[in-house]
């Protein structure tokens, strides 16, 4: 069974310090989400990708976050500086495209779990 | 008030017990509501889907959902140790291309006893 691949799993950086994390969809998926989700919260969004295009990212703090998925497949979020605040699970998800009177269903990946010290 | 209201527990049962889950949402351009669940550490999963008020059935889990009260429920029968996890409900707002956003309650965290 296809899944969304994300690395690394957990990661443990300084406050300062810049960070990224990986995304690989289930392959043909042309919708691909990023999420936080803080520990004992429900996983927001920050930023939703159709094919390479950013569809919205109106929830991503742009001041140090930034996201990219240059050839429509893979997709990378970066944090720089990162800030105690920072602290949560990454998880990305995907989705493939919808007909006209359809729509389908989301996938996450494992996550990655960040923390800032 | 957060547009997804959800009872996040800890909610503990025997073995075999009923469960019932429940979520409030504020929103009413919401069009799919679905029910995840996520074990310690992992992603979360799809558990159950659906776009419109009734029942939906799928094994021992059943969705219900409300659209005139606002108001979504998941069943578990015969509840298992290896139901123990938090539940999720999330709500989906169309966002084009087939695509949606979804708005997720804080979830419920479920422990089975065996």
């Known amino acids: 069974e296809a899944e969304v691949a994300q690395s690394p799993r957990y990661k443990i950086t300084e406050k300062s310090q810049a960070v990224a994390f990986w995304c690989d969809p289930i392959s043909g998926h042309a919708t691909l989400y990023w999420y936080r989700q803080i520990l004992g919260q429900g996983p927001e969004l920050l930023v939703q990708f159709q094919d390479e295009s950013v569809v919205d990212d109106s929830q991503l703090p742009k001041d140090r976050f930034s996201a990219e998925r240059l050839k429509g497949v893979d997709s990378t979020l970066k944090i720089q500086p990162a800030e105690l605040g920072d602290s949560a699970m990454y998880l990305c998800?995907?989705?493939?495209?919808?007909?006209?009177?359809?729509?389908?269903?989301?996938?996450f990946g494992p996550g990655t779990r960040l923390t800032v010290t | 008030q957060k547009e997804v209201e959800q009872d996040p527990g800890p909610l503990s049962v025997p073995e075999g017990a009923i469960v019932s889950l429940n979520c409030t949402y504020s929103?009413?351009?919401?069009?799919?509501f679905m029910w995840y669940r996520q074990y310690s550490r992992k992603g979360p999963e799809l558990l159950m889907y659906t776009y419109s008020s009734g029942n939906k059935e799928d094994g021992r889990f059943t969705a219900q959902v409300d659209k005139s009260s606002k108001y979504i429920s998941l069943f578990i029968r015969d509840s298992q140790p290896s139901d123990s996890a938090t539940y999720l409900c999330?709500?989906?707002?169309?966002?084009?291309?087939?695509?949606?956003?979804?708005?997720f309650g804080k979830g419920t965290k479920l422990s089975v006893i065996p």
């Open positions: 999330a709500m989906g707002l169309n966002s084009g291309a087939g695509s949606y956003q979804l708005t």
């Open positions: 998800a995907s989705s493939s495209p919808g007909g006209a009177t359809t729509t389908t269903k989301q996938y």
């Open positions: 929103n009413s351009a919401f069009q799919y």
